[in-house]
């Protein structure tokens, strides 16, 4: 499956805020290729997630994610990534939590691999 979204988000935190997620039971790995902008800079980062589990990860420990070809407009990064399940929703939620505070705009393309 492919998937491509877009939203903005203001952030006040920081606190980590759900990007992108996709569901456990019917998808174990994700790729993501992300690009983030605070208005002035962007970030761009291709991201890969996995769990280990019969049918779902038993907690985000259990959540393997590599974050790799970064790229970053500004002298730092905006700010982190993190995956993380959410057991409400039976997902696994791509976070990002920004370095500061202030009003983000994000682009995720997603790829899905069924298990």
Known sequence: EFDVSEASFVD??????T????????YRTAKFVVQISDGTDFDATEILVTY??????????DIFMTTYA???????DLGSFDAVKNDSNNTVDL???PASTGTYHYR?????LIK
Not at 12 to 17: D, S, Y
Not at 108 to 112: E, G, Q, T
């Open 12 to 17: 006040n935190g920081p606190t980590a805020n």
């Open 19 to 26: 990007i992108a997620n996709y569901a456990h039971g019917t």
């Open 52 to 61: 280990k589990g019969a049918s779902e990860p038993s907690e985000s420990s």
């Open 70 to 76: 970064y790229v970053a407009t500004g002298s730092s």
């Open 95 to 97: 976070q990002f939590t």
């Open 108 to 112: 995720v393309v997603k790829s899905l």
